[in-house]
């Protein structure tokens, strides 16, 4: 097993090196590219240099593991943990991956068919710079025979990984999505913020605004001017199929609702919202409407203009898409449940 100290600097090597223009990470990109038409060169870098940034600096990594005695310690006893990753948006395991890795324990890890050629790029550049690597990590399509169990998917799957899963200890995580909170006092540098809370990875993560909470009378003149930073999204062939398949049923349905050509804003409840549609509410107490959401299983992230980091379930435009160490998906602390196994 590699020992904690390679572990932070193999980590601290990879988000260097998914931070350079090597040629052999932009075929990569490339790749990806190909075999996902989602994963547009632009978004997989974006995702590339967040993780850089944001989970894989060393300070950051002892800070973060400092938190967690038996980890920092390195006393943990390695027991095999299988993790199912989704793939919706480029390399959206990695928190997971990251936790089980920098933990100690033995990963077995199937992948995503949407989200194959950057795992297998990665892993193979961690073999090159460790050949201890592939004794920690390994990729399976069967996850057998593990002590525990990180899985992440749909609702639907979500009630399978639960069967299969029950007598193990595990985490499950099922469909989630981000919603905003506007009081119409934001500047338009705010809401052009926000429109990257929308439109990044094509909206496709859970923490991608799909829903939004207006005061009454608000203008939503504004907000669809600054949603026009991603207007290029129309070009993209399979966003384009979606938008006009949602506009077609809202006209047929002579359902009411706003576009700026590549967003379509409904007013409905649900915090869900299909590919190009950004749903809206309205609401009367900000602070009522803050303690209902944070207590929504639904709900991944809360934006509001001016949000703190410090802020309890909060985040401030623009910030959906760089979650910290310690912003664990779903709330749930990974680092505990695998220091406690």
């Known amino acids: 097993m590699i020992d904690l100290q390679s572990r932070i ?12 223009n090597d040629e052999n990470l932009i075929e990569s990109i490339d790749s990806a590219f190909r075999a996902n038409g989602w994963f547009t060169p632009e978004f997989v870098k974006l995702s590339l240099d967040n993780i850089a940034q944001y989970f894989l600096k060393e ?17 943990v006893s390695p027991k095999n943990v299988g993790i199912v990753m989704a793939g919706n948006i480029p390399l959206v ?6 936790c089980g890795f920098i933990s100690g324990h033995r990963l077995k890890i199937k992948l995503s068919s949407k989200d194959t050629v950057l795992w297998q790029h990665i892993f193979s550049r ?21 002590d525990a169990y990180i899985a992440t998917g749909s609702n639907n799957s979500a009630r399978y990984f639960e069967f299969y899963f029950q007598k193990y200890p595990h985490i499950i995580r099922k469909n989630r999505s981000s919603v905003a ?14 429109s990257d809370d ?23 003149e504004p907000l669809l001017a600054a949603f026009n930073k991603y207007i290029s999204h129309i070009d993209h062939n ?40 950004v749903h809206y509410q309205y609401y009367d107490n900000k602070e009522e409407l803050i303690s209902k959401l944070s207590q929504n299983e639904a709900v991944q992230c809360i934006s509001i ?11 401030n435009f623009g910030g959906n898409q760089k979650p910290r160490l310690t912003d664990y998906a779903d709330g749930v602390d990974t680092m505990n449940f695998l220091a406690d196994l």
């Open 93 to 98: 395991g990695f928190h997971d991956f990251l």
């Open 9 to 20: 600097l193999l980590m601290t090597k990879l988000g260097q090196y998914l931070s350079s």
């Open 59 to 75: 300070e950051a990594l002892s800070n973060w593991i400092a938190q967690y005695p038996k980890i920092a310690s390195d006393q």
């Open 238 to 277: 399979k966003f384009k199929n979606n938008y006009d398949y949602q506009l077609a049923l809202y006209l047929l349905n002579k359902q009411y609702y706003m576009s700026n050509g590549h967003i379509l804003l409904v007013e409905s409840d649900s915090v869900y919202a299909p590919i190009s549609v």
């Open 181 to 194: 909170i506007l009081d119409g006092t934001e500047s338009a540098e705010a809401l052009e913020h926000l």
């Open 305 to 315: 203009a001016g949000a703190q980091q410090t802020d309890s379930g909060l985040v």
């Open 198 to 220: 929308v439109s990044q990875y094509f909206g496709l993560g859970c923490r991608n605004v799909t829903q939004i909470y207006v005061p009454k009378e608000y203008n939503f």
């Open 126 to 146: 961690l073999q090159q710079w460790n050949d201890q690597f592939d004794k920690q990590v390994e990729t399976a399509e069967m996850l057998k025979g593990c």
